[in-house]
Nanobody, 129 residues
Framework: QVKLVESGGGLVQPGGSLRLSCAAS????????IAWFRQAPGKEREGVSC????????LHLHSVKGRFTISRDNTKNMVTLQMTDLKPEDTAVYYC??????????????????????WGQGTQVTVSS
């Protein structure tokens, strides 16, 4: 079965850290760029970070630059989002998604949800004291 599965969400205090993982099964993650999106209640889904299929290109939403790090291990079919200095406004359901481009070596955070071939089911991140 082809799927992406996120894990690692939870409740954390402001200033804390969480590490989210996105694991692929049924397909080779190394053929795809991977993006993390998030959706807070009452808000549209927004792109947070992405990493190209070979890891050579990354992109972050301005509000998370310097706090979030995205990495991948294609041998383990997994992408990780390390989140530090979390803020209440980071509270959302976080999703990972896979796409193939159009550029083979540069990822992008595309607003068209239908552009992505695979989506995970999401993991809740809550930042609260």
């Amino acid at each position: 079965q082809v799927k992406l599965v996120e894990s690692g969400g939870g409740l954390v205090q402001p200033g804390g850290s969480l590490r989210l993982s996105c694991a692929a099964s049924g397909f080779t993650l190394g053929y795809y760029h991977i993006a993390w999106f998030r959706q807070a209640p009452g808000k549209e889904r927004e792109g947070v970070s992405c990493i190209s299929r070979n890891g050579g290109s990354v992109l972050h939403l301005h509000s998370v630059k310097g706090r979030f790090t995205i990495s991948r291990d294609n041998t383990k079919n997994m992408v990780t989002l390390q989140m530090t200095d979390l803020k209440p406004e980071d509270t959302a359901v976080y999703y990972c998604a896979a796409d193939r481009g159009p550029h083979p070596y540069v990822c992008a955070l595309r607003p068209e949800m239908g552009h992505y071939e695979y989506w995970g089911q999401g993991t809740q991140v809550t930042v609260s004291s």
